[in-house]
């Protein structure tokens, strides 16, 4: 098998990168030291989260100069994500770090509002395009290279972007240094989604998380090709428009990103032992006739498989049993991801269980941030903190609003960077007679006039308790209180559950997401009550909400992701295909 070189230089995050390169026939050497450039052919440079931190890993290892010389020598080069930062002078992020500086520019980060004022998400996180290509010809600079396509780059197709800080785009300006660049738009930001020039190629997408069309451009770097015949655009990709077409990026989209779907498999053994998906109804997942057996309703990688074909946008799983302490080498979920993220190109969210503890096999003390790091070696992009989160969120309250800087989020963020952190979040609607009927710790202002009054008492408010152990804890302290606490702690986005909703096909609970989506910049994710494809349109019609997600519907094979999708295209919402 061909080789390509790997620097992982930082987090050890980059299973599915390895798992990409495998599935285009190519095999991995890994870089270990600043010599083993020299040896090189190509070399591919990824990076997560922060830029200081990566840069200033990569200067102290010693590995700036030996970049340098093998870019110099021409031999091919691919940055991935911050490492297309890296070619930078530097970055906002990080005054005063010096990026490799191939170009003249300092990144920039996303202003959270348009000129219209409108708002953006951040940290950007979804699928957008990479597909104008700009080209510099003598007659000044040349746009929409439709003929041919750059790196396998296709304007029809999709790709997955995960950043807060980007390369702002200035027409002509790159393309007179011979740089070849495609960009792609968040709001009223128009920035660089990758970009190349000789022996160097670079994207701000993370093409081992883009499915098929992220695979061809790993591929067509591997193989060589810098140009090549364009494959065509895929207006229709398995009978759902790729965002192309009738629908304008700006109007069906959210800022530009495609409505992002999300398919979620709860996991937990059953009582034979085996694990399984299971779905329950306001979290119980018992079977409700012929005894009370856990609900088997298929094989995670499997069901995991089946949803990335049918174009699902991310694949979330929680470990629902993970309050039970478990050896930490038999995590049951570890295997799981092993397995998922050799077949399926789309981010993998690993939820549950994640949290200090004391491994019962060793009886040892072992961190969050170590077990997160489990996963994320096994092929997770992103891990999900839900009861641990509701502890850090008190503690934080407790120092007086100020980070302990303690806490599984903050550990993770610093480490992996502050997109790989989602709060998983499991709201009980409480009803009270009037705002200032609340417990001590839930301000009035977080009380809400509800549409839906209580069948019973004809309480007209509510607010929103936080909940842990699936739900099994209620505590004397609010969703907005919490979400608002983790987002200074650093998480990335917000899994927004609600405990009444769940497994109920009536809907999601609008009033919830609006409310938690005005608390906070980061991308908040819509979570149950999902019934039918009409419940999404609601969703995204009815709230600025980032992501929305369904389990059951989608588990019992009442609806596919791809209906749920020419739902939405019917609707002029822009989503993105599969493509095989
Ligand atoms: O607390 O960090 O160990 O994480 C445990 C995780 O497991 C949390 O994310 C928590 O939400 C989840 N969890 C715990 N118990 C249950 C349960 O169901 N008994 N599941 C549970 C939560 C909710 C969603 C579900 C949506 C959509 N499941 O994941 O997929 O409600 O369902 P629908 O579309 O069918 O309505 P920690």
Redesign the pocket.
């Known amino acids: 098998m061909p080789k390509v070189h790997l620097l992982d230089y930082v987090a050890g995050n980059i299973r599915s990168l390895v798992n990409a390169i495998e599935k285009c026939g190519y095999e991995v050497e890994w870089i270990r030291s600043p010599e083993d450039v020299k040896f090189a052919d190509k070399i591919i440079l990824p990076g997560v989260g922060h830029f200081g931190h990566c840069l200033n890993s990569l200067a102290k290892a010693g590995y700036l100069p030996a970049i340098h010389e093998h870019i110099k020598a021409g031999k091919p080069f691919f940055g991935i994500c911050v490492g297309l930062q890296a070619l930078f002078t530097g970055s906002v992020e990080a005054p005063g770090v010096s990026g490799l500086g191939l170009l003249p520019q300092t990144l920039q980060r996303f202003t959270p509002t348009n000129a219209d004022s409108s708002r953006k998400s951040i940290p950007c996180i979804g699928w957008n395009d990479a597909t104008t290509v700009h080209e510099f010809a003598a007659s000044g600079p040349v746009t929409e290279f439709s003929n041919q396509s750059f790196y396998g780059l296709n304007p029809g197709s999709k790709y997955y972007y995960v950043h807060s800080y980007f390369a702002p785009y200035v027409q002509g300006e790159l393309e007179a240094l011979g740089w070849t660049v495609a960009t792609a738009r968040y709001g009223d930001e128009t920035y660089i989604g990758a970009l190349g020039r000789e022996n160097v190629f670079a994207t701000q997408f993370h093409p081992e998380k883009s499915g098929a069309a992220g695979l061809r451009v790993i591929k067509a770097f591997l193989d060589g090709r810098q140009w090549s015949q364009a494959p065509g655009l895929p207006a229709q990709l398995n009978g759902v428009a790729n965002g192309t077409a009738a629908v304008s990026p700006l109007q069906g989209g959210l800022n530009g990103l495609t409505r992002r779907i999300i398919a979620?498999l709860?996991v937990r053994n059953n009582d034979a032992g085996d694990l399984v998906v299971t779905?329950?109804d306001q979290?119980?997942?018992r079977e409700k006739d012929g005894g009370s057996a856990v609900r088997n309703l298929g094989k995670p990688v499997a069901m995991a498989e089946k949803y990335y074909r049918q174009s699902a946008d991310e694949i979330?799983f929680?470990?629902?049993?993970?309050?039970r302490d478990c050896p930490v080498t038999d995590l049951p979920m570890l295997e799981v991801l092993r397995q998922t993220s050799k077949s399926v190109f789309v981010p993998l969210t690993i939820?549950?269980?994640?949290?200090d503890m004391v491994d019962p096999a060793t009886k040892k003390t072992i961190s969050a941030l170590d077990v997160a790091k489990l996963y994320f070696e096994s092929g997770a992009d992103k891990v999900?903190?839900?009861?641990?989160?509701v502890s850090a969120a008190e503690e934080y309250y407790a120092n007086g609003s100020r980070p302990t800087g303690k806490s599984s989020i903050e550990t993770i963020s610093a480490y992996y960077g502050r997109q790989a952190v989602v709060v998983?979040v499991?709201p009980k609607r409480i009803f009270v007679a009037s705002p200032s009927d609340v417990p001590a710790g839930v301000p009035e202002s977080h009380v809400i006039k509800t549409s839906l009054p209580d069948s019973k008492t004809g309480n007209e408010y509510v607010y929103y308790a936080c909940t842990?152990?699936?739900?099994r804890t209620l505590k004397p302290f609010s969703v907005k209180s919490l979400v608002i606490a983790v987002e200074a702690l650093g998480a990335g986005e917000i899994?927004l559950?609600?405990i009444d909703?769940?497994?109920?096909?009536s809907g999601y609970d609008l009033e919830l997401i609006s409310d938690v989506k005005e608390a906070v910049e980061i991308p908040v994710i819509a979570?149950?009550?999902?019934?039918n494809p009409g419940h999404f349109v609601e969703v995204f019609e009815k709230t600025n909400v980032d992501a929305a997600?369904?389990?059951?519907?989608f588990?019992r094979g009442e609806w596919e992701v791809s209906q749920v999708k020419e739902e939405l295209t019917k609707q002029g919402y822009l989503v993105r295909g599969f493509e095989g």
Request: glycine share 24%; aromatic share 4%.
């Open positions: 979620c709860d779905k329950g979290y119980d997942v979330t929680l470990n629902i049993t993970s309050f939820g549950g269980g994640i949290r999900s903190i839900g009861s641990d989160a998983s499991d842990i152990h699936g739900g899994l559950n609600a909703r769940d497994g109920s096909n979570s149950s009550g999902a019934g997600l369904g389990a059951g519907m588990h």
